[in-house]
C-alpha cells in the first residue's frame, strides 16, 4: 500500500507570495491533518479535514487554509508569507477522524521563506 | 501554549542500556497518549499508544508508563539499539473523535555503540 505522498517536498518562496501544498492520503484514508513544524516547538496542528468538511483547527491566522477534494486529497494554503513560516508542513491522513493510533506522516514539505 | 512538553531537547545512552525519555502534560482531558519516532527527510512514524484508563503498555523492546496523578508519561526501550537514534515525539490527543493532537518539541535519542 502506497503511504502518504507530499508535494513538492521542497519549496523557497519570497514574503508576501502564497503558496500551496498538497498531500495524498493513503488509498481507503477519508481524514487528513496537517501539522507545522518549528524547531524548539515540535508539532503544531493546523487543521484537519474528514467528507471535505474542516472538522478542527488549530490557532494560526486565517492566512493558513486548506481543503479536502471528494478522492481526499487535501491541499494547504498559505497567502502572504511571512518569514515565520519557514516550517516542515506535514500532512497526516487516518481511516477516520479518533483514528490517531493509525495516522500515517507523509515525508512534508519544507517551506522556506525568504 | 505548550499543553506537551519535552523538557530533554537530547538524550544520549549507550547500545545495550536502557533510554528513558520524558512527557508532561498539562489538560486532563486528553485521553489518549502517542510516542512517534522520527528519521531526518521523513515523517513521523508511530510507534508505541496508551490508553488514559491504563498506566502502562508493552511492545517488544518498548513499553509506555503513563502517571495521571503526576500527568506524566514515559518512554522505555529496553535495550536500546544503535537504530533506535532519532528525534521521539510525545503526543496527546484532546478528544476521541478528532485527531486533533497535542505535541511536545522532541527528543532527540542517541544511541552509541
Known amino acids: 500500500k502506497a503511504g502518504v505522498t507530499q508535494t513538492p517536498r521542497y519549496l523557497i518562496k519570497t514574503r508576501g507570495q502564497q503558496v500551496t501544498l498538497s498531500c495524498s492520503p493513503i488509498s481507503g484514508h477519508r481524514s487528513v491533518s496537517w501539522y507545522q513544524q518549528t524547531p524548539g516547538q515540535g508539532l503544531q496542528f493546523l487543521f484537519e479535514?474528514?467528507?471535505?468538511?474542516?472538522?478542527n483547527k488549530g490557532n494560526f491566522p486565517g492566512r493558513f487554509s486548506g481543503r479536502q477534494f471528494s478522492n481526499s486529497r487535501s491541499e494547504m494554503n498559505v497567502s502572504t508569507l511571512e518569514l515565520g513560516d519557514s516550517a516542515l508542513y506535514l500532512c497526516?491522513?487516518?481511516?477516520?477522524?479518533?483514528?490517531?493510533?493509525?495516522?500515517?506522516f507523509g515525508p512534508g514539505t519544507r517551506l522556506t521563506v525568504t | 501554549d505548550q499543553q506537551v512538553k519535552q523538557n530533554s531537547p537530547s538524550l544520549s545512552v549507550q547500545e545495550g542500556r536502557i533510554s528513558i525519555l520524558n512527557c508532561d502534560y498539562t489538560n486532563s482531558m486528553f485521553d489518549y497518549f502517542l510516542w512517534y519516532k522520527k528519521y531526518p527527510a521523513e515523517g513521523p512514524t508511530f510507534l508505541i499508544s496508551?490508553?488514559?484508563?491504563?498506566d502502562k503498555n508493552e511492545d517488544g523492546r518498548f513499553t509506555v508508563f503513563l502517571n495521571k496523578s503526576a500527568k506524566h508519561l514515559s518512554l522505555h526501550i529496553v535495550p536500546s539499539q544503535p537504530g533506535d537514534s532519532a528525534v521521539y515525539f510525545c503526543?496527546?490527543?484532546?478528544?476521541?473523535?478528532?485527531?486533533?493532537?497535542?505535541f511536545g518539541a522532541g527528543t532527540r535519542l542517541t544511541v552509541k555503540p
Open positions: 496508551i490508553s488514559s484508563i491504563k
Open positions: 497526516a491522513s487516518s481511516p477516520a477522524p479518533g483514528y490517531s493510533y493509525e495516522q500515517y
Open positions: 503526543a496527546a490527543r484532546i478528544s476521541y473523535n478528532n485527531n486533533d493532537m497535542r
Open positions: 479535514y474528514f467528507s471535505e468538511t474542516q472538522r
